[in-house]
């Protein structure tokens, strides 16, 4: 039969009131913290917004719906959308696409030592401006300064939100007016938009570039030198890589010509690797050769290769950064009592030597073949047990791939790894990619050639057993 054209109404005197709906869960164990106060205002709302649902579901219906229907439907419905809205906006992912630093899942994962230095202040007042040693008003500045000038040999330092704030602090300190010296070579864009030459802009300094894309010789810098020159500005090219027939004047060679004319030098390393990365395969400049080769300044990120918060640090000469801490910019760039604590347990790890153990993303760049190799195989045959036991058909395999750093470091590094492919039998790889991102917690994969893989190396120790409980509930 062709549906009816005119709306039919023949089934909506089956629908039960709002009241009797409320009374009938009320009775059920899992709606009982929902009886009182402003959880019986939410329940309410939910059932009536159910039922309205449901009225213009039955004007279409061409069948009878039994009371049964019409109450699991209900009751369904309205557990699944107190769910929903008691479901966080943020939420933890198991990340197994194998990129370590994965921008938008949140880059780094913390420490243990920063979760219980986090927790430690969380909830509690903290010395955050006030000095304990002369009970008065003290500076959030000093946070993390101790351990960063050790761990970086410079000669001060100060904690911004993010990078991108960093370069734009020192340039709106030192070149509003004057003309910033940078490579045709390092004209980047970093992921989310971070252009050097938009922060340029906004902070008031003119770009003046030199050289060309592929070469930039010292001549080209000294021959861009005005009177109006304020600083020579280096930035790592983070995501892309210049090969071939390419060069740049050395660091020192840029630190001689800069102490010639008495211009600042400053580089944004983004990444910011405290330790040498070498034997993960890939090599990150660090922060701490820029301030040897006597940059006056440095700037790179905590949540990348340092494996810290989101934050910018500034590092380089007392000086220099004691003007900056006079920019009254700072005061919207600054970080909170939160960012301080995880930074400053992550800084501690590196100076106790035991970033490789203790930080998670770089445990996970370090992550050897074998290692991974094994985790795959293990994985793979408790889900193909699993499979079994539960009548779930879906094919299983091993492959060799490769892992990424992420966060717009190493972009050519491909780490070795072992991969888990899951075949299903009665839907497609997109569509269990799909469903494994719906999951409790979600599951983000890659999908190639009709496979899902997953990547162990960035799977954290402890998520390993979720991540096996959850593939086997999307089938
Ligand atoms: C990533 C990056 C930035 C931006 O860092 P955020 O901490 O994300 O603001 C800036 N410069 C370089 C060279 C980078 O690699």
């Known amino acids: 039969m062709p549906p009816s054209t005119s709306i039919s109404t023949q089934w909506l005197h089956l629908l039960p009131s709002v009241e009797r709906v409320l009374q009938q869960l009320g009775a059920q164990a899992e709606f009982q913290s929902f009886s009182h106060g402003k959880q019986r205002e939410i329940l309410r709302d939910m059932v009536r917004a159910t039922l309205a649902d449901l009225r213009q579901q039955l004007r279409l219906m061409e069948d009878e719906p039994t009371p049964e229907y019409l109450w699991q439907t209900i009751t369904g419905r309205v557990r699944a959308g107190l769910q929903q809205r008691q479901r966080p906006s943020l ?8 990129v370590v630093l994965h921008t938008n899942l949140g880059r780094a994962p913390l420490a243990p030592a920063a979760l219980a230095a986090v927790a430690e202040v969380a909830g509690a007042y903290t010395n955050l401006e006030y000095d304990l040693e002369e009970g ?30 960093a370069v734009l602090l020192i340039l709106d300190t030192f070149c509003q007016g004057g003309e910033v ?142 003007e900056i801490r006079r920019n009254h910019l700072l005061r919207a760039l600054r970080v909170d009592k939160l960012t301080y604590a995880a930074l400053e347990a992550t800084l501690r790890v590196y100076a106790d030597g035991q970033a490789f153990e203790q930080v998670p993303a770089l445990a996970a760049l370090s992550l050897s073949p074998r290692e991974l190799a094994s985790r795959a195989n293990s994985l793979r045959n408790r889900l193909r047990v699993r499979f079994r036991k539960l009548g779930i058909h879906c094919e299983t395999e091993l492959m060799k791939g490769f892992s990424l750093v992420g966060g717009g470091s190493a972009p050519q590094a491909q780490l070795p790894t072992t991969l888990v492919g899951l075949q299903p039998a009665e839907f497609s790889a997109a569509e269990l990619e799909t469903r494994l991102r719906a999951a ?21 120790p402890g998520q390993e057993r979720p991540l096996l409980e959850t593939i086997c509930t999307v089938f």
């Open 136 to 165: 008065k008003r003290g500076h959030r500045h000093v946070h993390c300064e101790t351990l960063l000038k050790e761990l970086l040999g410079s000669e001060a330092a100060v904690v911004v939100n993010n990078c991108a704030a």
């Open 91 to 98: 939420l933890p992912v198991i990340n197994a696409t194998g």
């Open 181 to 322: 010296l940078l490579s045709r070579g390092e004209l980047i864009e970093i992921g989310g938009g971070f252009r050097i030459p938009e922060v340029l802009r906004k902070s008031g300094a003119t770009l003046r570039e030199v050289g060309t894309t592929n070469k930039t010789r010292l001549a080209d810098y000294r021959e861009a030198l005005s009177p109006n020159t304020k600083m020579i500005l280096r930035v790592h090219p983070s995501n892309f890589r210049l090969i071939g027939f390419s060069q740049s004047p050395s660091r020192e060679e840029l630190v001689g010509l800069a102490r010639e004319t008495g211009i600042l030098t400053c580089e944004d390393v983004g990444s910011g690797a405290l330790v040498d990365l070498t034997g993960c395969g890939f090599a990150e400049p660090m922060a701490k050769d820029a301030i040897a080769a006597g940059f006056d300044l440095v700037a790179f990120s905590g949540d990348k290769l340092l494996g810290g918060p989101q934050a910018g640090i500034i590092a380089g000469r007392r000086t220099a950064l004691d």
């Open 440 to 460: 409790n917690p979600p599951v983000i994969v890659r999908v190639e050639n009709d496979h899902v893989w997953l990547d162990l190396r960035t799977v954290l």
